[in-house]
C-alpha cells in the first residue's frame, strides 16, 4: 500500500505561482509512477503531469507545459509540482496519483490517490 498525502494548494492572483506537495508513504516509490491530476467543478478529472520516479522522466499535458514543473525528492519520497504563471483556468482540486508501471495518462490506471487540495486562481 502507498499512502499520499498533498499539500501547498491556496488562494492566488493569475499570473502568481504555488508549490504543491506530495509525500508518499507506506513502501518505496523508486520503481513508481507519480502523477497529478486536477478536478474542476463540473469537469471530469483531467491529467496535468506524470514522472517516473526512477528516471525522472516526465510527460506533460499541453495546457500546462511550460508553465509546471513537476520534481522529486528521493530523501523525502516527496514529489513536487511548482505551478507558475497561474490561469483562472488552473483552478481545480489537485490530486496526487501513483501506480506501478510506465506513465498512464488516465485516472483509472492509478490505484493510489491523496486527498486532494484545491487551487484557486482569482483574476
Not at 499539500?7 to 520503481?31: D, E, H, K
Not at 503531469?49 to 495546457?63: E, K, L, P
Not at 501506480?99 to 492509478?110: A, F, L, T, V, W
Request: with cysteine.
Amino acid at each position: 500500500q502507498v499512502q499520499l498525502v498533498e499539500s501547498g494548494g491556496g488562494l492566488v492572483q493569475a499570473g502568481g505561482s504555488l508549490r504543491l506537495s506530495c509525500a508518499a508513504s507506506g513502501r518505496t516509490v523508486s520503481y513508481y509512477v507519480m502523477a497529478w491530476f486536477r478536478q474542476a467543478p463540473g469537469k471530469e478529472r483531467e491529467f496535468v503531469v506524470a514522472i517516473n520516479w526512477s528516471s525522472g522522466t516526465a510527460d506533460y499535458s499541453d495546457s500546462v507545459k511550460g508553465r509546471f514543473t513537476i520534481s522529486r525528492d528521493n530523501a523525502k519520497n516527496t514529489v513536487y509540482l511548482q505551478m507558475n504563471s497561474l490561469k483562472r483556468e488552473d483552478t481545480a482540486v489537485y490530486y496526487c496519483a501513483a501506480r506501478y508501471g510506465g506513465r498512464m495518462y488516465g485516472p483509472q490506471e492509478y490505484r493510489y490517490w491523496g486527498q486532494g487540495t484545491q487551487v484557486t486562481v482569482s483574476s
